[in-house]
Nanobody
Framework: VQLVESGGGLVQPGGSLRLSCAAS????????IGWFRQAPGKEREGVSC????????DYAASAKGRFTISRDNANNTVYLQMNSLKPEDTAVYYC??????????????????WGQGTQVTVSS
């Protein structure tokens, strides 16, 4: 079972990035998928998540209106499209998976599977 994030990099403020989370060893479509981030000296925080049924994707207030989570079940991949990036979005971004969650998935600490993270730096 493995999750691999990609797509991070250096981008100017106002720019966009699309992060990918590719799974091997299990089907992402059967799991809740979350995107989290951790900036230096700060706690990890949930950014966005999507249920196994793709209902009601959830976003942290800081991401709402700028980030979009989506699935590509054929490629067993989940994406996080990030637009209008700000310097405060700079962090290591992780994807995580869990079979079933209750409550707001973006706030859950129960995720079982985690990727290694991809660095996103927003700077001019």
């Amino acid at each position: 079972v493995q999750l691999v994030e990609s797509g991070g990099g250096l981008v100017q403020p106002g720019g966009s990035l699309r992060l990918s989370c590719a799974a091997s060893g299990f089907n992402l479509r059967d799991h809740f998928i979350g995107w989290f981030r951790q900036a230096p000296g700060k706690e990890r925080e949930g950014v966005s998540c999507i249920s196994s049924g793709d209902k009601n994707p959830d976003y942290a207030a800081s991401a709402k209106g700028r980030f979009t989570i989506s699935r590509d079940n054929a490629n067993n991949t989940v994406y996080l499209q990030m637009n209008s990036l700000k310097p405060e979005d700079t962090a290591v971004y992780y994807c995580a998976a869990h079979p079933i969650l209750f409550g707001r998935c973006v706030l859950s600490r129960a995720y079982k599977f985690w990727g290694q993270g991809t660095q996103v730096t927003v700077s001019s």
